[in-house]
């Protein structure tokens, strides 16, 4: 059975940190991209960063320099570190595992397995 389990969401103050984890069982993690997409209230679902199995990263724009997305292949894990938290990144983040091949900022590819979000608020 399949299971992507994300963790680590908090209520925190602009300017504060954390991390997110995402556990994962069922699946061959090693042959997966993993993603992080966000869902803010009252819109739609986005993409924010991708590790693929070369351990490529992609990020959008409104992340870089402030988010780093990392895996474990013997744990089984991903991880969003987010530094420098802004009101804006306010969201329910969601942990995803792809087979598809490009993974990058404005590619369109379907998502395989879904956690089921972790939330976080970024006060001002």
């Known amino acids: 059975q399949v299971r992507l389990e994300e963790s680590g969401g908090a209520a925190v103050q602009a300017g504060g940190s954390l991390k997110l984890s995402c556990e994962t069982s069922?699946?061959?993690?090693?042959?997966?991209?993993m993603c992080w997409f966000r869902q803010a209230p009252g819109k739609e679902r986005e993409f924010v960063a991708s590790?693929?199995?070369?351990?490529?990263?992609a990020y959008i724009d409104s992340v870089k320099g402030r988010f780093t997305i990392s895996r474990d292949n013997i744990k089984k894990t991903l991880y969003l570190q987010m530094n420098d938290l802004k009101p804006e990144d306010t969201a329910v983040y969601y942990c995803?595992?792809?087979?598809?091949?490009?993974?990058?900022?404005?590619?369109?590819?379907?998502?395989?397995?879904w956690g089921k979000g972790t939330p976080v608020t970024v006060s001002s």
């Open positions: 995803a595992a792809t087979l598809a091949s490009h993974t990058g900022v404005g590619e369109n590819f379907s998502v395989d397995y």
């Open positions: 069922g699946f061959t993690f090693r042959g997966y991209a």
């Open positions: 590790n693929n199995w070369f351990d490529e990263s």
